[in-house]
């Protein structure tokens, strides 16, 4: 389109015709039509508003699994949207790095299966944390153990619950894992010249970075295609009921592990003795045999119980509870 004349301008033309200067042929633009290049072996098969709910989705993902694995490793745990591509999967598949960490699954409700890829050191730091370790950058890049993959099986399951949860306001599915792979080869799930969508969000777990690739095949998109839209998101939206939210921190938090020890009684010596201590020496404690034990929760003393066995092991038997106050507050 012409650039928008000013006043001045145009009262000069008009001037200039009313003299008789300027002819009204010569006031005439032609305007030239601007051709948009398409590429014909990259359709875009969504819409930008499909796009963006898609995206909408993956956001409430995102802020649902990084709830998840705070409460689970009890560390820090940022998962944002990136970036959203309509791609070919050949370049999705090419664009993984050999070995990484790729699961499949699909639904009775979906046409089709859903690739999902995880950067190694990302699955290598969730890994740390689940067994006690402080989830640091491991150094070496390889495929994971049947034990290592047995270990995220598990975590994958709450994923896909997750997704699940998040895709509910627009379509209800059941997801169902299909297979684990390491290889990003070995996932052929639609021909290599189909066009996907692929969800990149970016994973922070403690000073771990790296990326989570959701990978929508558009033959299954288009089933849900026509829910794509943004007024069909917020109008099925689910509401938080009233205490909705204090429920669900409190699930989260039942999964917490919390360290137990029991203190059976205390004394106090002096150095001298503690070095001349021999095995058949015995230390008297500053608690009589039929006082109860005290049952310490993370450091913190919550019961007094009695101390026995059960079934072959060492066992104790709750007989107060203290800190009532705080109980009752849900300390």
Known sequence: MADILSQNEVD????????GDLSAEEVKV????????YDFTRPSKFSKEQIRTIEMVHESFARGVSNYFSARLRSFVDITKAST??????????SISSPSFLFVFTAEELNGNVVIEI?????????????GGGGGLYQKIRPL???????????????LSILKDSWSSIYSFTPNLVSIEN???FVQVVPANEMVVVVTLDMKIGEIEGFMNVCWPSSLLEVIAPKLYAESYFKQEKQIKPGQLREDIISLLNNA????????????????????????DVIMLQ??????????????EKFLCSVGTHKGFNAVRITEVLNKEIDENGG
């Not at 032609?30 to 290049?37: G, R």
């Not at 045999?289 to 450091?299: K, T």
């Open 85 to 94: 591509d309509q791609i070919t999967y050949n370049e999705f598949i090419r």
């Open 183 to 185: 290889n990003p080869q």
């Open 30 to 37: 032609e305007e030239t039509k601007k051709v948009k290049p």
């Open 287 to 300: 608690r009589h045999v039929d006082e109860p034990a005290s049952l310490y929760v993370n450091g913190r």
């Open 145 to 159: 153990t049947e034990i290592e993959n047995s270990l995220m099986r598990n975590e994958i399951v709450r994923i």
């Open 119 to 131: 950067n190694l050191k990302v699955i290598f730091a969730i890994i740390d944390k689940l067994l």
């Open 12 to 19: 000069t033309l008009l001037k200039a015709l009313a003299a």
């Open 257 to 280: 592990k919390l360290d137990l020890h029991v203190v059976i009684g205390k004394t106090m010596i002096n150095l001298s003795d503690l070095l001349n201590l021999e095995v058949g």
